[in-house]
């Protein structure tokens, strides 16, 4: 978490580094900070609580000149919300930004003598002032040395009082991107920051040094001899990141994602199969396995129990679904004949990274599904399949999740047909029922207005049940997680079977559920389970397949009628309803509808 950003070149920096920070705010936003490295070299900051917004005001009240500093906007962790455990970090002759945790930093505090000389409750602090210890004008001993004491993850800025107009860079794990700008350079978490200055861009390799002055990036590796960065283009364009009109990052993203669902799905299907030789990858790779795992976090993870439940029943192979966060530690047992699947919208999320190696180190292959170019994750795994999601900015994610399920649906259809599965035919018609997603999306989207009317009767609820079986179970896991998420509103899904096992008893006239009916072989117990909870007093907000007899007589709260497709891709239109469900409660309680509280887009911390 947090975001990280430098500048120096032929412009004042101040405007460039609030800009990018308000760009990254989405990976942190307790509080900002920029400091401005001055033509004597001298250091100036400015840094407060708050969002970035509010450090552009102490900007302009203090004014802050310079062509050369560095930014960070903060998710805190090590030390509560408050204006000195904002960053950057001054300690002597030098000044950081850090993302990342610094696992070891009591330890370095009570070596290096430092307890009583820190102004701060931080781990960062800490590292500038180990940085500052071995400082003697020699930058990259000064890294070098400092480097070495770390235990965690790291990505640093770093000015250095004496050396004016020059960032240094080094990272661990935590990302850090460098981009050659007209008259300069610049360094970010993530290229969308960089986007509207440049297109071409090198991940910093870990354990490395970059020198970003104006002429240019230097890299060189820890032993100082020059490296050669990788370079890479930016595959979206700069106006894909901005609102577009609309006036939350969710909505538009909402709104994006038959055109994006189409983009990811479109390439990878060739002669009518589904087909993933645009992504290099063998078919051997699905035939060879015995077994999936998938490791994910959050919405990624949901994603992959949608992927779970079709591959079991349509490839017939067992496919188990990890939080990546429990994987290793509880001795997840993945060998030669395992394929993991890694699935992140960022690539960077630590614990996704920290599986993927795991699997690695016990002889699995990898395979990744992501969303951002050259991310952590997709450089970590054997293979990559990038969903062309574009950038997602709002911190719940949406199109990410639905351009995941696109390629779970197209590694269902190449794997069924590569197994055995399905024969030709049976593929052709998979992708072709695929194709028509992004139609019955839209048609969702379009009576997004129908959507809005339901929620207001979720608006004031203190919890709120979600209720399917199969396929919609999975999909209401994820539609609760974003209504809890982004409207704070207290919300469980339940296997529909289960809720009778206790959870029964929280219904109450007062407990509004959703209920989501897509199954054709399920719809009948779906529907006793539902008179269950209206026994019990509870409204019942029905998204129901458009093709399925209603009973008329039951008291709805609301019903939604949705797109018919096959039940197997009733998922789709399904979770764009879901997603506006939340979308509107978030924006009539009045919140921060992109940016809920105590979260980030990024999750760069175990
Ligand atoms: C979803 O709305 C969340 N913001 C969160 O659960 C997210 O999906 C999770 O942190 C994983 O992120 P990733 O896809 O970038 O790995």
Known sequence: MCGIIGYTGGKEAEGIIVDGLEILEYRGYDSAGIAVSQKDGSVQIRKCVGRVRDLRSLCRKGEIQGTCGIGHTRWATHGGVCDANAHPHRFGKVTVVHNGIIE???????????????????????????????????????????????????????????????????????????GQVQEGSMLASDVTALGQYTKEYFVLPEFHVAVLKKEGVELYD???????????????????SSKGGYPFYMEKEIMEQPQVIAETVQPRICGGMPDFGVDGIPDNLFEDCKRICVVACGTAMHAGLVGKALMQSLVRIHMDVELAS??????????????????????????????????????????????????????????????????????????????????????????????????????????????????AMQQVLDRKEEIHYIARSILNAKDVFMMGRGLDYSILLEGSLKLKEISYIHSEAYASGELKHGTIALITEDTPVVAVVTQSKLQSKEFSNIKEVQSRGAGVILFMKETFELDKEAAWESVFQLPAMEDSFMVMPASAALQLLAYYVSLDKGLDVDKPRNLAKVVTVE
Do not use: C
Request: charged share 20%; aromatic share 10%.
């Open 222 to 240: 820890m032993s100082g001899e020059p490296a050669e960065p990788e370079w890479m283009t930016v595959s979206w364009d700069v106006d894909k």
């Open 104 to 178: 070891n930093y009591r330890g370095l505090a009570k070596k290096y003598n430092l307890q009583d000389r820190l102004r701060s409750q931080t781990d960062s602090e800490v590292a500038a002032a180990v940085l500052a210890h071995f400082y003697n004008g020699d930058p990259f001993a000064a890294i070098r040395k400092t480097v070495l004491k770390l235990k965690g993850t790291f990505a640093f800025g770093i000015l250095f009082e004496d050396i004016s107009e020059a960032i240094f860079a080094v990272r661990n794990v935590s990302p850090i991107v460098i």
């Open 326 to 439: 429990e994987f290793m530690y509880t001795d997840a047992i993945v060998d030669e004949e395992t394929l993991v699947i890694a699935i992140s919208q960022s690539g960077e999320t630590i614990d996704t990274l920290e599986a993927v190696k795991y699997a690695k180190k016990n002889s699995a292959k990898t395979l990744a599904i992501v969303n951002v170019r050259g991310a952590s994750v997709a450089r970590a795994s054997d293979y990559v399949i990038y969903t062309n999601a574009g950038p997602e900015i709002a911190v719940a994610s949406t199109k990410a999740y639905t351009t995941q399920l696109a390629v779970l649906y197209l590694l269902t259809g190449r794997m069924a047909y590569v197994r055995g599965s399905f024969g030709e035919t049976e593929a052709k018609s998979f992708a072709s029922q695929l194709l028509l997603a992004p139609e």
